[in-house]
């Protein structure tokens, strides 16, 4: 079946501009996150969202990063101002209960 | 807090030979425990979980995991290594209670030497 698709796969963008991240979960999976990796970091916990529920914001690094999901699928991670530090990989995952299933990711470039 | 530690960044074995990827966690309550693998340019896939019940947990590619309560270790194990197994491996941990989101170890990569 389908899995988790992120787009775009890689997106380079000037330091000061904003950025949107599409996530496309897998149908049915009510919960949804979103984690950055960052080379030598490891991945790293941003926000997550289940079902009607408030979202959880509690790894936003900044108020320049926010999230939003329609209808309880489709999800939009955008970075304003992006700077160079924000430069890594979003990754986002949906998960039925336990396990998280993880999109391929959207390489964020910011020169 | 939650924290995961995988003390090894880096873990080689010869083909055919046993691996062992350890893999500790610390939590306020108790955990649910997952194994992630990463090859090259390609998200990560899930490998296996710990839930409940029995302490010794199969998964895909014929790995396993064994929970062991008292040393808080959820270590990867397959008898026999394959040089196709050769990637990054991310152990994780989230409470049973509280926050759903993963926390993961800074990874640990496997070579299989042919």
């Known amino acids: 079946g389908a899995g988790v698709s992120q787009s775009p796969s890689n997106k380079v963008t000037e330091k000061g501009k904003d950025v949107e991240l599409r996530c496309d979960p897998i149908?049915?999976?009510?919960?949804l996150y979103w984690y950055r990796q960052s080379l030598g970091q490891g991945l790293e916990f941003l926000i997550y969202?289940?079902?009607?529920?408030?979202?959880?914001k509690s790894g936003l690094p900044s108020d320049r990063f926010s999230a939003e999901r329609t209808g309880g699928s489709v999800s939009t991670l955008t970075i304003q101002r992006t700077q160079q530090e924000d430069s890594a990989v979003y990754l986002c995952?949906?998960?039925?209960?336990?396990?998280?299933?993880f999109g391929p990711g959207t390489r964020l470039t910011v020169t | 807090a939650q924290s995961v530690a995988q003390p090894e960044d880096q873990v080689n074995v010869a083909e055919g030979n046993p691996l062992t990827v350890k893999c500790t966690y610390s939590?306020?309550?108790?955990?649910?425990l997952f194994w992630y693998v990463q090859y090259p340019n390609r998200g990560l896939q899930f490998l296996l979980k710990?839930?409940?019940?029995?302490?010794l947990v199969k998964g895909s590619y014929g790995f396993e995991a064994e929970f062991n309560k008292s040393q808080t270790s959820f270590h990867l194990k397959k008898p026999s290594a394959l040089v196709s197994d050769s990637a990054l491996y991310f152990c994780a941990v989230r409470v049973q209670t509280g926050a759903n989101n993963l926390f993961f170890g800074t990874g640990t990569r496997l070579t299989v030497i042919p």
């Open positions: 995952a949906s998960s039925p209960r336990y396990e998280q299933y």
């Open positions: 149908s049915g999976h009510t919960a």
């Open positions: 710990y839930i409940t019940g029995d302490n």
């Open positions: 939590v306020s309550g108790n955990p649910y």
């Open positions: 969202f289940q079902g009607n529920s408030a979202p959880d």
